[in-house]
């Protein structure tokens, strides 16, 4: 159904997948979050080192930050940092030399987070220049690849990495176009994460770990947003700016979501008109519409047909919730001398026919067979109930490629 349907995705992320099948993946050469070294020609912004911090209302718990001090540690982790971690045997798998717990080196330690610093107990030699950082994040993005480690493993590793390399800008101020492009390559982390995470939920501590990882993602957009601000100029919005925009909005699906602490009425009437007029945020703000009014027919419909690889991980956790919202629909609207028939359902909420017979009896409804063998959900069911423990992992008809 979907094959021959053109999609206009409008962000880099997105563009990056040529053709249908094809899943985007950590590091894409084509994606403009992951190759910095391909951007060393690039100016900074005028205003590179901002006299009041943007970071001011999302700071890594008690950063502070100076808009005079300048880092010089060569490394991804400074040296004194790594010799301490060598002699306490605190490395990560991934920054082991030959596997020793004890050995690392400049090529593979990255400097751990600090949850409580402040510029007076830091030397220029324990903060990395923009440039390091840059290298660092990229040295981080590409181990997302790794087949070596389960996701969790990785997730754990970069998650905290990738908060030094947000403390270490918060620390210099910096706020400039190289400062975008990183937190949306960390921001396209965290949403990768939320969504990889979530199809392992079942287990107890992945719950945690996707619990932490929305936090550290409502935090970093929150940052990358007041970025765009900062380095505005005039009615010039950046390239990706309109879709991380549109990641905001999809943070509030959901029956209790509000992510951020302010309701999106107020937030919209700070939001750029471009931004505003984009298709991106169209469709975010179709998506949030039918899904607050129950219309599941356009909210199937309209992602199938225009969600982008990161819109579709950032919403995805809210998908079977519409599913089950259908499901009640149908089931206490429905005449019960005549049952729905399961094919055609599928195909409103895109999911397999399969799938779909199991999510029924998950929600507590029996389906039924008529004399050809079709499937049909009876409706006038008294069983029907959201399930306490959440969701499974179920297809998305026309989005496989986008899938776990």
């Keep these: 159904m979907m094959e021959g349907r053109s999609r206009s995705r409008g962000s880099s992320f997105s563009q990056s997948r040529r053709g249908r099948g094809r899943i985007h ?55 004194r940092e790594r010799i301490q971690r060598e002699r306490l045997r ?69 998650f905290d990495r990738t908060r030094s390399i947000r403390q270490d800008l918060t620390m210099q101020n910096i706020v400039n176009k190289k400062a975008i492009y990183m937190y949306e390559g960390m921001v396209k982390f965290h949403v990768v994460s939320h969504y990889k995470l979530w199809c392992s939920m079942s287990d107890p501590n992945i719950a945690s770990m996707h619990h932490l990882n929305i936090e550290q993602l409502t935090k970093t957009l929150t940052s990358l ?48 008109t471009p931004v505003l007029k984009s298709k991106e945020m169209y469709f975010a703000r179709r998506i949030l519409r039918s899904f607050r009014v129950g219309n599941y027919k356009d909210f199937f419909s309209t992602t199938a ?53 199991a999510f029924c009896n998950y929600c507590g409804l029996e389906t039924c067979a008529d004399e050809s063998g079709n499937k049909l959900l009876p409706a006038k069911q008294a069983t029907f109930t959201h399930p306490k423990d959440g969701f499974q992992s179920y297809s998305f008809l026309g989005l496989q490629e986008y899938e776990c």
């Excluded at 987070?113 to 030397?123: A, E, G, Y």
């Design 305 to 357: 047909a225009q969600a982008s690889y990161l819109q579709f991980c950032t919403m995805s956790p809210y998908i079977n919730e519409v599913r089950a919202l259908a499901l009640s629909c149908i089931n206490f609207g429905g005449y019960k001398l005549h049952p729905y028939p399961l094919f055609n359902l599928s195909k409103h909420l895109m999911i397999k026919e399969s799938d779909l017979e």
């Design 225 to 272: 947003l007041n970025l765009y601000e900062a380095t505005r100029d005039s009615d010039h919005i950046h390239e990706n700016e309109a879709e991380f925009h549109s990641l905001y909005v999809l943070l509030h699906l959901g029956s209790y979501s509000q992510p951020m602490g302010e309701p999106l009425s107020l937030w919209f009437r700070r939001v750029s």
């Design 90 to 158: 605190d490395l990560a798998v991934f920054e082991r030399l030959n596997g020793n717990p004890g050995k690392s080196s400049p090529t593979l330690a990255v400097k751990k987070f600090c949850r409580t610093i402040s510029i007076k107990d830091v030397q220029a030699s324990d903060m990395r220049p923009i440039t390091i950082l840059e290298d660092t994040l990229n040295y981080l993005l590409s181990l997302l690849e790794s087949k070596d480690h389960p996701f969790e493993v990785v997730h754990d590793f970069v």
């Design 25 to 79: 993946r950590f590091p894409s050469n084509q994606s403009k979050v992951s190759t910095f070294g391909e951007r060393g020609s690039l100016s900074s912004t005028s205003g590179s080192r901002a006299s009041t911090s943007v970071f001011s209302n999302t700071q890594e718990d008690d950063v502070q930050a100076s808009s005079s001090f300048f880092g010089t540690c060569p490394y991804m982790c400074p040296e």
